[in-house]
């Protein structure tokens, strides 16, 4: 396990994972681990991780990662999550809930742990009686850089 910044896990590598679903670690596969795995924070599009992919192995052409992409997805290694306006984006499945919080103005994505809705399952039961099962939540609005900026214009000139 890798433990980062922001204190969620992964396992080092994909290779049980896969072997348990049938199927073998590729040099494409496990390429698309690494790449996904060093940057736990960020997500990527697909076209991000096949360009990332091409840089390191420029043999692999882009529909080969989005396959092997669809197939860590279909395995529950890597999240597939739709943030509207047809962005997928793509990261380690983690081994903890959280939910995506996407910034109107910049398109920043960025990660919201599930504690901070720990009660809102109890609150929709109680409310509607509806039991909320496995869940991710996408929140849009403004980041607060972009919040700040529209404050104070000059920020923007700072920050050049």
Request: aromatic share 4%; glycine share 6%.
């Amino acid at each position: 396990m890798t433990e980062h910044a922001r204190g969620h896990t992964h396992s080092a590598a994909p290779e049980a994972a896969l072997r348990e679903g049938g199927r073998r670690l590729t040099p494409q596969r496990a390429m698309i681990w690494e790449i996904l795995r060093a940057e736990p924070d960020t997500h990527l599009s697909a076209e991000e991780v096949a360009a990332r992919v091409h840089e390191r192995m420029p043999q692999v052409n882009a529909s080969t990662v989005y396959r092997n992409l669809d197939v860590l997805v279909e395995d529950g290694l890597v999240l597939r999550t739709d943030l509207g306006e047809s962005r997928a984006f793509f990261e380690l499945a983690h081994e903890h809930a959280h939910h995506h919080l996407v910034c109107e103005s910049c398109g920043a994505v960025d990660h919201v742990h599930d504690d901070v809705f720990a009660d809102v399952p109890a609150r929709i039961h109680d409310s509607v009686g509806f039991r909320v099962g496995g869940r991710e939540v996408t929140l849009h609005g403004i980041c607060r850089q972009c919040a700040d900026a529209a404050r104070d214009p000059r920020a923007n000139e700072r920050d050049s």
